[in-house]
């Protein structure tokens, strides 16, 4: 993050060390707002209009220049960003929530503005889309692949790794972050969520089968004796090398890799969760570490057979008697 503005930097360290932010958090609001900061100095005319956007500098944004944001500024960044950058209503609600908390910032934390021109910026409308998952039976023959590997060491470690996606619904970052002090009395894990917020696991059998397997090929004089998934470097495994590896199990289960991914078995444990566990929807919402239950309901719409059986439940659902034309 070299030559930014330090009222941009000022910002992302606050986000960070006071606000707890993640750092990769933290790195999506510098890219919106450098792309936000590249937008003003062309919509002021501060560059020449043919210029590459994407090498437009900002070091140069400063304070006066952000006193002359406006409302329409505002709504016609966020139109380029359609336009011109070709965002769906998901990345560009993420821009506006990174614009509104700058700008908060800006005005009521730091008291460097008179009036907060992003106090009633909207979110773009955004449509729910259900998620997408694994069946019980594709989650199954992934497993199955795993099971294929050779490799002592890599097939129980790719194994533990997925059973934990599974069955817990991990996010990636939450799953290579893993440190071995973090397992608690064999059945329980402690792990850091989004926002540096801790939350506790129960394992399951499968779970507690699949680590401890695991833990009996680990190597133990490691360059890094706390993590708990080990690369073949005997290093922490690192998102990417998870990501890669999931891949390569999805593709040996037939499965699609422009469509399933290591996000896509978070969005599996759900709704398994959901589907076959009859999990309450704010229990749910614990395990996943959602701030909002809104984030949850997302799984509430995906099985249609708990909804006809639903409707087939009620008393009248079998009252099939004809009703009768009566006599004028």
């Known amino acids: 993050m070299s030559k ?43 560059v020449d209009q043919s210029e590459n956007f994407d090498e437009i500098e900002i070091n140069d944004v400063d304070l006066e220049i952000i006193k002359k944001v406006n409302i329409q500024d505002l709504h016609s960044y966020i139109s380029f960003a359609d336009k011109n950058r070709d965002n769906g209503n998901f990345t560009k609600s993420r821009k506006v929530a990174s614009i509104r908390s700058f700008f908060d910032y800006l005005y009521s934390k730091v008291n460097l503005l008179e009036k907060n021109p992003a106090e009633s910026l909207e979110f773009p409308k955004t449509e729910n889309r259900h998620p997408v998952y694994l069946t019980l039976n594709q989650s199954e023959n992934l497993l199955n692949a795993v099971l294929e590997n050779k490799n002592d060491f890599f097939r129980k470690r ?111 444990a759900a709704t398994l969760m959901y589907k076959y566990g009859n999990v309450d929807i704010r229990a749910l919402q614990e395990i996943l570490g959602h701030e909002s239950v809104s984030t949850t309901q997302i799984y509430t719409h995906i099985d249609d057979e708990r909804l006809r059986a639903a409707i087939k439940s009620n008393p009248l659902a079998s009252r099939t008697t004809s009703v009768k034309t009566r006599e004028p």
């Not at 986000?15 to 933290?26: D, F, H, L, R």
């Open 158 to 268: 790719d194994y533990a790794i997925i059973m934990l996606f599974l069955n817990c619904g991990l996010r990636l970052s939450e799953l290579s972050s893993i440190n071995m002090d973090k397992i608690k009395d064999n059945d329980t894990l402690s792990i850091i969520g989004k926002g540096n917020k801790e939350r506790t696991i129960f394992l399951n059998d499968a779970c507690i089968f699949a680590i401890k397997d695991y833990l009996k090929v680990r190597p133990v004089n490691t360059a890094d004796d706390k993590a708990l998934f080990l690369s073949k470097r005997n290093n922490r495994m690192s998102n990417r090398a998870i990501q890669h590896m999931i891949d390569r199990y999805l593709e040996k289960a037939g499965l699609d890799t422009a469509i399933y991914s290591a996000h896509k078995l978070r969005h599996t």
């Open 4 to 46: 930014i503005p330090l009222l941009l930097e000022d910002y992302l360290n606050y986000m960070e060390t006071i606000k707890g932010v993640s750092p990769n958090t933290v790195k999506e609001y510098f890219f919106d707002l450098r792309t936000f900061f590249r937008f003003l100095k062309l919509r002021y005319q501060f």
